[in-house]
Structure formats: C-alpha cells, structure tokens
C-alpha cells in the first residue's frame, strides 16, 4: 500500500513538473519575445514569429508628406 502511495506522489510531481516546464517553455519560445517586440514598438508577426518594424508609406511612395496648419490650442 505505501509503494502505490509513493507512486502516485511521485507520478503526480513529475505531472506537475513537466506541466511547468512546458509552461516556462511556451513563454520562452512565444510570449516573451512577442512582448520584447511590441513593446520596442514593432509589429509582431505570430506566423512567421519576427519582430517587424513598421514602413510608413511615405518611404515607399517617395511622396512629400503634406503641410498640415498647427491647430489652436483649445484651453
């Protein structure tokens, strides 16, 4: 009886243990760098998993970006 006791407390460590390493591995291989990069300000690609910084149009374009009036400031 005591065996099958000592059994059971070890399968239910090792359960236990191989649940938090997956854990600890998915934030490690997903989640960690996803937040590196969006916090940096760039895009995160979850397909592809890079850290892609955003082109504003105007780079591809070549266009001038227009001339807008300062707005008043309202108090």
């Known amino acids: ?10 399968l239910a460590l090792g359960l236990f243990l191989a649940a938090a390493l ?3 591995g998915y934030d490690m291989i997903y989640v960690w760098p996803a937040q590196r990069c969006e916090r940096g300000g760039d ?10 910084t955003p082109i504003p149009i105007w780079r591809i ?6 001339k807008l009036p300062p707005e008043d400031a309202k108090p």
């Open 1 to 10: 009886m005591n065996s099958w006791i000592t059994n059971a407390k070890l």
């Open 22 to 24: 997956g854990m600890l």
């Open 43 to 52: 895009w995160w690609d979850p397909r592809d998993g890079q850290c892609l």
């Open 61 to 66: 374009t070549a266009r001038a970006l227009p």
